[in-house]
């Protein structure tokens, strides 16, 4: 069971993921801070709000099925790339198997792109635990407490120092909240008001405005690894404004990325990585090389994802009928 409000968000957040990996992988050396801060507000936080949201109506939504898929994606993609790039190890090739890395050497954005997997398994793992087997308040009561714990921990300056399958506990909390957040609210009525969104989204953007301007050299990214409050806010503004407008965007194109979005953030990881051997021949102004750059990762990107749909597709289909 598929929600196309869902599925077309989901493709729009792909989009968003490659314009972030673009400006932050090829671009950092030039684009502006305001630019950097500006894209990371419609960033990996809403798929996982999205899959919250998607987990509130697809009962069968398999954490087990999803685990297997991510691991075996990600270690044929390693082992496919290591074998044409050059083989350095099969220490490396061995490391998806095991949800610690998936590095190759010559494009070094699979290897910063990996932290979803483990992150998005963990989640994941939780959350239908928690939604299946636990008291029906635990849900929200997790909902309640998180949040208070950020808090805490940015006016105390105090980080819980645990970490699971190499993912940091302030990442894995935060992640795991807004699945829960999306699962609970998503067709929870009480929940999904737009005036409770609208007052979310508003205070949001006002909290991260003055943060903005009361912190010297204000980026969101340092707050991205360890999550920490600024970033959670900035989250909120864009999960605010799915759940204000709630309707399908209405693109063919972004749906069907939403429907397959494992590939496409697979694929980006190879269109973004070769953007470092681009970058050095571009001598334009930096809105215009970021242009350029874009462009060039949409393309590799969504050509590439395409193909591994397709690869994917045929390959089960072949397996099953024998």
Known sequence: MRDNVIDSWKGLCVISIILIHTVFHSGASYTPAYLKN??????????????GCLASIKVDLDPFKQMYKLICLFFFLTLFLE????YTSLEHILEPLMLKDAYVKSLISVASSYWF???????LLY????????NKMIPKILLFIIPIYYL????????????????????????????????????????????????????????????????????????????????CIGSMISISTIMLI???????????????????????????????????????????????????NI????????????????????????
């Open 127 to 134: 959350l239908t635990m928690i939604t299946k087997y636990a």
């Open 299 to 322: 393309i590799i990107t969504l050509t590439l994802g395409y193909i591994f749909y397709q690869t994917d597709k045929n390959l089960s289909a072949h397996y099953k009928h024998q």
């Open 152 to 231: 805490y921990s940015w006016f105390s300056g105090k980080l819980i120092n645990v970490s699971t399958l190499g993912i940091s506990s302030q990442i894995i909390l935060f992640y795991f909240w807004l699945m829960l957040l999306g699962q609970q609210s998503y067709n929870n009525k009480k929940y999904s008001s737009k005036i409770l969104w609208a007052m979310c989204g508003v205070t949001s953007t006002i909290l991260l405005i003055f943060l903005w301007h009361s912190i010297p050299n204000f980026s969101l990214q340092n707050f991205k690894f360890p999550v920490k409050l600024p970033y």
């Open 83 to 86: 074998l044409i790039t050059g």
């Open 246 to 296: 709630k309707k399908e965007i209405n693109s063919k194109i972004l749906l069907f990325i939403g429907n397959k979005a494992i590939y496409f953030y697979l694929s980006q990881c190879i269109g973004s990585s070769l953007l470092f051997y681009i970058v050095p021949h571009l001598n334009y102004f930096w809105t215009i090389n970021l242009i350029i750059c874009f462009i060039i």
């Open 38 to 51: 500006l894209v990371l507000l419609f960033d990996v936080p809403v798929f996982f709000f999205l899959t």
């Open 117 to 123: 997997v483990p992150t998005y398994i963990i989640c």
